[in-house]
């Protein structure tokens, strides 16, 4: 073991006891937070509700953890009723639930906001809110008007600002601001009912945790016939298989599983700076070209025809005219030589030298020698410079 191992171990373990040393004098700080999350024991999660939900619709209720949307497109299912507890839908699964109830299935949906072609369909306008910081929730129907629970803890307030006479209300919402709100409804649709409760708290670990505030719970749901239930559960509240939720799940072992992952890193990080591997040396890539120019010029000169070498010279040089200087190559006359001449600047004599080359080599039947395409070649040359 290296000395810079050393190092970096040792000041590893002293921030390791220094973390600890902040965990075991930190007080523990309550989560307010409205999570709605059935994994969750914190005073606005749904821990009890998902525990007991059983018990409320005696053993008849199946969990859903995909999006309704999904779930009906694979499943074709009789009259049920269907549950929503504060969960982010999409347009398309509100559809697909609306469709049901317009088949006869009933929906509960308790939730603080619900999209608005939902709420035009079933007859309330948007929801508004009390600032009050307590309220009681209660049902109108006689005989719950015993069972009532009040919310002493971050209650919303939210209400229905308008209902269409069609429109049943089921419960409302008592407070300093606004002595009779209507926060529970119930409509028809189709040959269902849709019920809209506005105040999901009531369903959280603070409040059903408290002495008699089941009882409300139990009056709410009893609304629904006894049937089938679908709850549809966010997906994500699902708990985590994997082996690291234990660790994850606490705070202090989280901090530490993320701090030694870091010291890792920076341990690896410096060790390579300091330890890079060798280089290799690449070698160039070859100009094969140059090779495979060569190889056809050896060819060539292995077999001694100078006369098609010539040709195939002659063709190239008045392909090149063309192209680069515009000049018609059918006739290579006193006309040619001119043009030649004048774009070029290269002498009438040198040119017309080349031209009497370049006729010898593209006329099969004449005889040529080495030296003739020397002479093409050079004078071709120096015409394209």
């Known amino acids: ?23 075991v004098n930190k007080t523990e700080v309550t989560d307010w937070r409205k999570n709605f999350d059935v994994n969750e024991k914190s005073p606005f999660g749904l821990f009890v509700f998902n525990r007991e939900v059983k018990g409320l619709f ?85 005989k719950y008007q015993n069972d009532f629970i009040k919310l002493d803890k971050f209650p919303s307030g939210i209400g229905f600002s308008y209902v269409k006479t069609d429109v049943e209300i ?10 009779d709100h209507a926060n529970f409804i119930k409509a028809k ?39 089938e239930t679908l709850w549809f559960v966010e997906s994500n509240t699902k708990e985590s298989g994997s082996f690291m939720r234990f660790i994850l799940s606490k705070p202090a072992l989280k901090y530490a599983w993320w701090l030694l992952l870091g010291g890792l890193i920076l341990f690896i990080f410096f060790n390579a700076k300091r330890k890079q591997r060798i280089v290799p040396i690449v070698e160039p890539l070859r100009n094969t070209s140059v090779d495979f120019v060569k190889s056809i010029g050896n060819l060539y000169l292995q077999e001694g025809d100078f006369h098609d070498m010539m040709a195939k ?43 009497e080359l370049m006729k010898k080599g593209l006329d099969p039947y004449a005889s040529v020698m080495k030296e003739d395409l020397a002479r093409m070649n050079r004078l071709l040359d120096d015409i394209l410079k």
């Open 1 to 23: 073991m290296n000395k810079t191992f050393k190092i970096y171990a040792f000041i590893f373990i002293i921030i390791m006891v220094i973390l600890a040393l902040f965990e």
């Open 58 to 142: 005696k053993d008849n209720l199946k969990k859903i953890d995909i999006a309704p949307y999904d779930y009906y497109g694979k499943n074709k299912k009789k009259p049920h009723n269907i549950v929503v507890v504060e969960n982010e839908i999409d347009q398309e699964s509100w559809n697909n639930i609306m469709d049901e109830v317009s088949k006869g299935s009933d929906a509960m949906l308790i939730v603080s906001k619900v999209p608005n072609n939902i709420s035009d369909k079933i007859g309330y306008y948007s929801s508004q809110a009390s600032f009050a910081e307590s309220s009681v929730l209660k049902l109108t129907d006689k």
């Open 189 to 227: 649709y189709g040959k269902g009912n849709i019920y809209v409760h506005c105040e999901p708290l009531f369903l959280t670990n603070y409040y059903l945790l408290k002495p008699g505030n089941i009882k409300y719970a139990q009056n709410v749901f009893s609304y629904l016939p006894d049937r």
């Open 313 to 355: 010279k002659a063709h190239y040089f008045l392909n090149r005219i063309r192209i680069d200087l515009l000049i018609d190559t059918q006739n290579m006359d006193e006309e040619f030589i001119k043009k030649l001449h004048l774009k070029t600047g290269k002498t009438t004599e040198v040119i017309s030298e080349a031209v």
């Open 170 to 179: 089921l419960g409302k919402t008592m407070d300093e601001e606004n002595p």
